[in-house]
């Protein structure tokens, strides 16, 4: 089978997930510390203010999390790097662009297939985002699922250009 090509643009990452920024980005995810969201944001703006393209951006788009969990953590970690990515660049953040609907499980304990149909639970939050350049913002790529699917519904919704930034990413497993 055939994975499908990521529906974003570019992307960029500031760290493999492993090691110290797997550590911080799990500590993160439990509420107990947002230096590495910080980090992350602030290394990220700085490489996008590098990248003509990418610093044109009209707006930053933060992956959304269910009001249920946003309430349970107390933040969202994907608008924590969208943030600080803003301070650097001055490209304001968009969060009226992508609802996430409660009800699916979470995407580290799903496999690649789960993790696409899981992706379903977005949806266009109904602005018009005719000809706009956006840079989309999450804290972990892994599979690209959630990031392709987010990208389809900005473009869905009139974006031209969606740029992912992540924290970090996964490292892919070579298939031999």
Known sequence: ?????????????????ENEAKKAL??????????FGWFAGQKLGELIKTCPEWLSCDGIVPVPMSKRKKIARG?????????????????????????????????????????????????????????????LCDDILTTGNTLSRCAEILKMCGAKAVYAAAAATARRKREE
């Not at 799990?26 to 107990?32: D, G, L, V, W």
């Not at 600080?84 to 996430?100: A, F, L, Q």
């Open 26 to 35: 799990i500590e993160m995810k439990r509420s107990q510390n947002k230096n």
């Open 1 to 17: 089978m055939c994975a499908s090509l990521p529906k974003y643009d570019e992307a960029a990452v500031v760290s493999y997930y």
């Open 75 to 135: 933040y969202n970690q994907a608008e924590i790097i969208a943030k600080e990515i803003s301070s650097v660049t001055g490209i304001p953040v968009m969060k009226d662009c992508i609802i996430k609907q409660g009800g699916y499980r979470e995407q580290h304990t799903l496999n690649a297939a789960e993790r696409e149909k899981n992706t379903e639970s977005f949806l266009p939050a109904g602005r018009d985002l005719e000809g706009m350049k956006l840079i």
